[in-house]
């Protein structure tokens, strides 16, 4: 390549990463990345405290079969499967534990269940949530949870429940396409597969290829392309024709103002849902407005509290518990506190100290992120000594340091991950819409100027790092693709 054109990538996660890295990989050195954070990572955001690796964005790599981040990682030992799944335990309002074997067998029981049902799925014209309370009722009129009494089955039900919402960022499964959810490529035979206390964001040193393991030669410098801290406000694009070359500007709020021939927009789809209509001159084309507002988003959180010591056994006999509600419990919970039925579970991560992980979800993880801290803990110390109150001789302590996520909160993301809703199969709303680019010229002239990327642009592997790398790739290979077939000035020229 004689000389490369000028681009521009919006967004430093995991999106923005993997398309720089391989651009630069094919010569692409006029590059600039706007990252309006003060790192990179995107909603890959790990932080070391103290022993503890925090991971507050993605923690698990989902599977290991037909899954390039898992071979990327296992190639030098740096992911394990977690086996904690084995010890599931549930814990009721009262402090009652549900025995092992029945919880066991219900939650199995519904599993089955459902794969068994997954083609039903297919031609299912409602709600996820419409589609999982149908087979449970079902199983429940044909014995299927015969032995386990009623209150149990639909304690764990409920928990189910809570648990997907908090798998799939939704408020309510009875928002979420049932058919939609099979768009998803689901290979993940193991679910929890962790970074040994290494943190997700050692994928980013990954595709990188700064990690000592790699013996790499020549690491790929692409800190070096960042501008941190620049807000995008603006977006003008055009094609102005043969005669002079398309460009796009893309303006900051801090005052700085980037040119460029094309343009990879990364951000996540909470964003483009909040700012395509302020950002884009001209605006964006109707289907790709109808893919980003038709397209869902949601928000999940994680609470962080270390203790001076863990209050749980420390064998690996223990990894946390699932809440189960009493009726008349949640009917006592005054209205400020109600966004704590929206905790599903207390979890304790694989190779830490000291530490429970509170999850949430919905409305209620939005309603967490603007409290006080102080309600915030007060809420999950109530939840620990209504929940576990004297499981292990005494009630849980106060603890020592706090932390939480707040993804809806910040402009940045606002928001986790995508999903399929009702309301994306009503506006057929896709991925692959988004993820169209913008063109200039006309024909096989043609050349991509605003391109868009991201986990929520990827049709199969949406919601998932491993779309969000994908998703890079297949925008920078685009470009690379366009410019072998075109005489590149010696120059770069906007």
Sequence with gaps: MKSSPAVLIVGAGAAGIAAATRLLEHGFYNLTILEGENRIGGRIHSIQHGNNMLDYGAQWVHGKDNNFIYDMANEYGLVEIETHKENELYYRSNGEPVPKHISDRMMDTLHTLLDANADTLKSFSGSLGEFYDMVFQDALRAGKFAGIDRRTCYQLYDFFIKYENTYNATDTLHEISGAGLLQFEDNQDEYLINWRNRGFHTLLDLLMKKLPEQNSANPIPVDDYIRFNHTVNSIRWNSTGDNLPSQVTVGCTNG?????????????????????????????????????????????????LEFDEPFWPTDGTWHGFGLLWEKHDLDQIKPDRRWLTGVCSFFVPAHTERLLVAWV?????????????????????????????????????????????RWHNNPHFRGAYSSRSLKSDS??????????????????????????????????????????????????????TAYRSTTLPKKAKL
């Excluded at 980037?258 to 909470?270: C, E, K, M, Q, Y």
């Excluded at 409305?363 to 620990?384: C, F, K, N, Q, W």
């Design 256 to 304: 700085a103002s980037f040119t460029a021939r094309h343009l990879i927009v990364t951000v996540s789809l909470g964003v483009l849902q909040e700012m395509h209509h302020r950002w884009f001159d001209p605006p964006l084309p109707l289907a790709k407005q109808n893919a980003i507002e038709g397209l869902y988003i949601g928000t999940i959180g994680k609470m962080f």
């Design 361 to 405: 979800f919905g409305d209620a993880a939005r309603t967490m992120e603007s409290l006080p801290e102080t309600d915030v803990i007060d809420g999950l110390m109530y939840l620990l000594r209504k929940f576990i109150p004297s499981t292990f001789g005494r009630l849980p302590p106060v603890p020592r340091w706090f932390s939480r996520t």
């Design 427 to 480: 506006m057929n709303a896709k991925a692959a819409d988004l993820a169209t680019p913008l063109l200039a010229g006309e024909g096989s002239r043609a050349l991509p100027i605003v391109q868009f990327a991201g986990e929520a642009s990827h049709p199969e592997l949406y919601s998932t790092v491993q779309g969000a790398v994908g998703s890079g790739w297949r925008e920078a290979n685009r470009l690379i």
